[in-house]
């Protein structure tokens, strides 16, 4: 496969981060459900053999136990969703008169867990999508493409982000190996005989990966002169300040008049910060990935599937979050399930990577 084939790793991080910020819009199941397959479709297509790629399942499988959690949170600590359909009534713990609002037991009603059910699906998407960008994008690619003031906190990221698919790579290797031998993988006994194995692997690439680090100079600053550093500090500090207050205003009533141009500013301030402080960590980029139109195409879609739910929940607030009391069937709306499928352009403008 040519290199031109390669998308840059932070297109697909921006699409599924807009993904995420989509399912934040609405508690619809269907269009949740809809987000979910959209990303894991594209998931499916593109994901290669590498290590990272294996993530995907074990955040889906986290996504799937948040779900569990929230509906029995909902069973056990009730809700302050009013209901008249009550499914069960448990045995019901008095609490001291300082724990008021708060219940062990009692009646659990039909309103209540569909509003945790939403609610923990919404969550669960956004798990999910997050998975989805590091199934797709390679994280060595991804440091090389972060700014040289950015370098050192990129560096610590990815080694984070690379450690769980590592260790799931381990677990699934050594639990194969057991099953050759005919030893138990599964269950207590198996778990912690496969423990010791797994820990002393992330040892030796945790001893493997500083000595690479220090052979390629990592942590080596150069000398910038005082007035630099000074107005570095003062630009990073001042723009996200500035990002913080305008912000604020955007989401305050009051502020409507001046957010957008203090979060322009400091967005600006900020960017140039970390392009003076790039110059304390010299480096060159050996064969940098270019952002080219399909790295604009994967992001704007992703961004457009935000944009237009975050339209939809303004302007049909019922459609995108169905009510609970009373408690009625969810419905899909077509232009906003539209929107969602914008999503899948990725699966046709992309060409898959090589394993």
Same mark, same amino acid.
């Given at each position: 496969?040519?290199?031109? &084939? ?30 979910? &397959? ?20 074990? =955040?889906?499988? $986290? ?15 009730? #809700? ?30 039909? /309103? ?10 919404? @969550? &669960?998407? @956004? ?18 493409? %972060? ?10 990221? !990815?080694?984070?982000?690379? =450690? ?17 031998? *005919?030893?138990?993988? #599964?269950?207590?006994?198996?778990? %912690? ?5 797994? +820990? /002393? *692997? ?37 723009? $996200? ?8 205003? +955007? ?22 910060? %970390? ?48 009510? !609970? ?31």
């Amino acid at each position: 496969m040519p290199r031109r &084939a390669a998308l840059h790793p932070g297109a697909w991080w921006l699409w599924s981060l807009a993904l995420g910020t989509a399912a934040t819009r609405t508690t619809n199941p269907l269009l949740l459900a809809l987000l979910i &397959a959209t990303a894991g479709y594209v998931v499916a297509t593109h994901r290669t053999t590498a290590p990272w790629s294996r993530s995907y399942t074990a =955040f889906a499988k $986290l996504a799937f136990a948040v779900l569990l959690i929230r509906l029995v949170f909902a069973i056990a600590l009730g #809700s302050p969703i009013p209901g008249t359909h009550v499914l069960v009534t448990l045995p019901e713990v008095p609490l001291p008169h300082w724990a008021q609002g708060i219940r062990l037991g009692g009646k659990v009603t039909a /309103e209540s867990l569909v509003f945790a059910f939403y609610d923990g699906l919404r @969550l &669960a998407t @956004l798990l999910v999508c997050v998975g989805a960008a590091n199934a797709l994008a390679n994280p060595a690619r991804l440091l090389k493409s %972060l700014p040289g003031a950015l370098y050192e906190m990129g560096v610590a990221v !990815v080694v984070a982000l690379t =450690f769980a698919p590592n260790l799931i790579a381990d677990v699934q290797r050594l639990r194969a190996a057991r099953r050759l031998r *005919g030893r138990p993988d #599964s269950g207590i006994r198996g778990l %912690l005989q496969v423990g010791l194995p797994v +820990l /002393e *692997g992330a040892l030796e690439r945790s001893v493997a990966l500083a000595a690479a680090m220090d052979a390629r100079g990592y942590g080596r600053t150069a000398e910038v002169p005082a007035p630099v550093r000074r107005t570095t500090t003062a630009l990073t500090l001042g723009g $996200l300040l500035g990002v913080c207050a305008g912000t604020y205003g +955007l989401l305050t009533a009051e502020g409507g008049t001046y957010g957008l141009p203090v979060l322009l500013a400091g967005v600006v301030a900020a960017l140039a910060g %970390l392009r003076l402080g790039g110059r304390r960590s010299p480096r060159t980029r050996y064969r940098p990935d270019p952002w080219d139109a399909r790295a604009w195409l994967v992001a704007a879609s992703g961004a457009a599937v935000a944009a237009l739910l975050a339209l939809a929940s303004a302007r049909d607030p019922s459609a995108l979050h169905p009510g !609970v009391v009373p408690l009625t069937a969810p419905t899909l709306p077509l232009w906003p399930a539209a929107a969602v499928l914008l999503a899948l352009l990725p699966a046709f403008v992309v060409p898959r990577e090589p394993s």
